[in-house]
């Protein structure tokens, strides 16, 4: 499970709110540039500017994003990312 107090100082922040829960995604230090986060929610995850990691660089605006969002969270094979506002 991806550790908020280990994240990347590079994601984005900010937040979304459906239906009431604030969301906040991020990726951890566990990234292993995978790319998979990108290719599953490409409007919220790229590739970091030194190209090490991936970040979230762009919070959710809308459901289909947020639904994007949580299927690259679920995809992660180290689960480095992780969703702040989920708890």
Do not use: W
């Not at 984005?12 to 990108?38: H, M, P, Q, R």
């Not at 590739?47 to 762009?58: A, L, R």
Request: include cysteine; glycine fraction near 4%.
């Amino acid at each position: 499970m991806a550790d908020a107090s280990d994240k990347y100082p590079d994601n984005v922040d900010g937040f979304f709110i459906s239906a009431g829960k604030k969301v906040s995604f991020y990726v951890d230090t566990e990234c292993i540039l995978c790319s998979v986060c990108e290719d599953v929610a490409p409007n919220n995850f790229r590739m970091s500017d030194d190209e090490t990691h991936d970040i979230c660089y762009k919070q959710p605006t809308n459901d289909e994003e947020l639904e994007a969002c949580y299927e690259a969270l679920e995809c992660c094979p180290v689960e480095a990312i992780g969703d702040d506002g989920h708890e």
